[in-house]
């Protein structure tokens, strides 16, 4: 079965999850979009190679820096790797806080594919062109405030629908999959946590990747300043409040608000062994 100890950023979720693996001989699922990344190991506060030996991890080091990788190429190496198989078969802990990669799995997401001949093509319709070509292909024309990108977007749904991609299901508790941790001290963690990477040789690893992709550039909040530690600090306590605006909607993650891990042990313990 799969679980889920997610979590703002900085928590303390990575540790607890090892130690609750350790105890319950269970693999361990990375649902962090930063983590995906070679030679990010420090930016992205990866487990040591120790704990590594010790615990099966699945979901790090997967994609080269210079990669956009997407939540597809994501959910592809979930299938590549046999996750959802794997869940009927053995226990997985899935840790982080990237919202989209949670609610993906949880909610199998669909996602319909795009073109590049049909999208070229469809450029070239203005408005009315495109109502046109609604009527003349039998295509329902959506029942919202329209403007030729949504025109365009519901033609390539209708004529790629069977392409459409859904993620396999997966064997999930009932009611409750997981829980949220909503530590208060956050910010505080943060600012301690980016003092400890820097002294741990983080530009270092930073100036060693030639080409970043636009994610990793945005992780490392460049342009926000001249210091690289504010930049950090500056786009980590922005995500950590977005993670809190995004897992406050997601009702089958139980949101605990404790500065103590032994509360979220608890209450993880409890979804685990029911």
Known sequence: MLY?????TASGKS????????EKNMSILSVDS???????DILTA???????????YYGLDIADPD?????????NYLIDQDIPEKTYSEDILAVGGSG??????????EFRPTDPTIRSELEQLNYDQLIKFHNLNNIPIPDIELNKRRL?????????????????????????????WNHPNYKENIEKRTKQMIADGL????????????????????????DIEENINIKTKRLGKKQITWFKKEDRLKMINSENPDDVYKDIMEIINE
Do not use: C, W
């Not at 889920?4 to 703002?8: K, N, R």
């Open 4 to 8: 889920f100890l997610t979590g703002i």
């Open 15 to 22: 540790n607890l999850a090892h130690k609750i693996a350790l």
């Open 34 to 40: 930063m983590a995906v990344y070679k030679g990010l």
């Open 46 to 56: 990866k487990p040591t190679d120790v704990m590594q030996a010790q615990v099966k």
């Open 67 to 75: 990669q956009n990788f997407s939540i597809i190429d994501y959910l």
């Open 100 to 109: 989209l990669y949670i609610k993906a799995i949880i909610d199998r997401y």
């Open 152 to 180: 365009m977007r519901n033609i390539e749904n209708f004529m790629l629908d069977e392409a459409k991609y859904v993620f396999p299901q997966l064997n999930l508790p009932n009611g409750s999959v997981g829980v949220f």
């Open 203 to 226: 530009l270092d690893e930073i100036n060693s990747i030639s080409y970043p992709s636009k994610t990793v550039l945005q992780a490392i909040g460049l342009n926000l300043s001249e």
